[in-house]
């Protein structure tokens, strides 16, 4: 199947860009529960396949669970749309993140030499070319989709004609030009 091979790519992609972070990230302050980038700074966008992933995940947690999440997304939708800032809904009480082994890239690429303040992460300057190749490739990757916030990200691959679409491979984007215009989402490969 065509997006399990993908979802294998991504992964991919992923550990390659870990690989090459090392040295970088070794010296940062972050850790498990320092969530600065989740409530205040960090604008968590990914690409549809990454919403997929997310998605295939919260399947396989209980009823309840999955039901209060899609509440906590929903909201973050909601303010997101008002322009509140809005913690991610994947924050656990505890400043973890309940997806953290499935992070999407955005959340990946994040860290911090000095404690966050208003400026929000220091990161160094040589590895932000190697985050803007590997956004390049993961939008390669995901050529049918989009990318953008990952709540409007969600809500599109909840919406069965555009799940219908985009899993069996194909690209129709006068069907979301309203709401990707409105929310700000971008096609990952131009083919208009």
Wanted: charged content about 25%; some cysteine; proline content about 4%.
């Amino acid at each position: 199947m065509e997006s399990i091979k993908k979802l294998n790519q991504l992964i991919e992609i992923y550990d390659r860009f870990e690989k090459d972070m090392q040295p970088y990230k070794k010296d940062a302050l972050c850790k498990a529960g320092c969530s600065f980038c989740c409530t205040h700074f960090g604008n968590v966008d990914i690409i549809t396949l990454e919403g997929l992933r997310i998605m295939e995940y919260l399947r396989g947690l209980p009823r309840q669970m999955q039901k209060s999440l899609q509440k906590k997304i929903e909201k973050n939708k909601k303010e997101r749309e008002n322009q509140k800032t809005s913690p991610c809904p994947f924050l656990k009480s505890d400043n973890t993140c309940l997806i953290y082994e499935i992070r999407p890239y955005s959340c990946r690429r994040l860290y911090s030499v000095k404690i966050c303040g208003q400026n929000g992460p220091t990161v160094h300057r040589q590895t932000e070319e190697l985050s803007k190749e590997t956004i390049v490739k993961l939008q390669a990757l995901d050529s049918n989709g989009y990318s953008g916030h990952i709540t409007y990200i969600l809500h599109l691959l909840r919406q069965p004609d555009f799940f219908t679409v985009y899993l069996s491979g194909g690209f129709n984007p006068v069907n979301i030009a309203a709401y990707g215009k409105s929310h700000g989402i971008t096609i990952n490969c131009s083919r208009l």
